[in-house]
């Protein structure tokens, strides 16, 4: 019924989270099943709830987009600030593990995501795993986010470079100077 990749993936991650197979089974169906339902339900804030409900820390008026993808195993090491936005299919992951024959060199690491209040995230970005984002900053569209990024930040690319620092103070100057934006 499952590889031996399937066996030795469900045995760490199940020993990770100091649970039975048997229970960590159980919890990663009820997760698979919300993230499902959370992927394509048509109100933002319904793919909220359904993610908080999968373990992911979101503060007050979190916006997720369509497709989004956070952590399938780790969904409670996420922490999202109030009035963040997270653009349509953007990946947040919380672990990373190599091969089963890689496993010496690529062990299993779990390290917690921190998104700031009033980040904004814009779509096809991926965050892995120990990155934080500063409040306030912006994640250009399609970014690759490998570092932490400090607050009022402007960070694009892949992997993701800040560009820019936010003068909050003076929003009609920064949009002059924006051009096209993030």
């Known amino acids: 019924m499952f590889s031996d990749l399937e066996k030795h993936e469900l045995a760490e991650a199940a020993a990770s989270r100091h649970e039975s197979r048997f ?57 999202i600030g109030d009035d963040a936005v997270i653009g349509d ?8 593990c190599g091969t089963l024959p890689q496993k010496t060199l690529f062990p299993r690491v779990v390290k917690p995501v921190r998104i700031g209040k009033g980040v904004w995230v814009a779509p096809a970005s991926i965050i892995i795993a120990g990155v934080e984002i500063g409040d306030l900053s912006v994640i250009g569209t399609g970014s690759v986010v490998t570092r932490s990024i400090p607050p009022k930040s402007v960070a694009v690319g892949v992997p ?10 003076n929003p009609s100057e920064m949009a002059a100077s924006s051009g096209s934006g993030a």
Not at 89 to 96: G, K, Q, T
Not at 160 to 169: F, H, P, Q, S
Request: one cysteine or more.
């Open 160 to 169: 993701a470079r800040v560009i820019k620092t936010l003068d909050l103070e």
């Open 23 to 79: 229970r960590f089974v159980a919890r990663f169906l009820k997760n698979w099943v919300l993230e499902r339902l959370a992927y394509s339900a048509p109100v933002p804030s319904w793919r909220a709830s359904l993610h908080r409900w999968r373990g992911v820390q979101m503060g007050k008026n979190v916006y997720v987009g369509y497709g989004v993808i956070f952590d399938r195993v780790y969904p409670d090491q996420i922490t």
């Open 89 to 96: 299919r953007c990946i947040i992951s919380a672990h990373s």
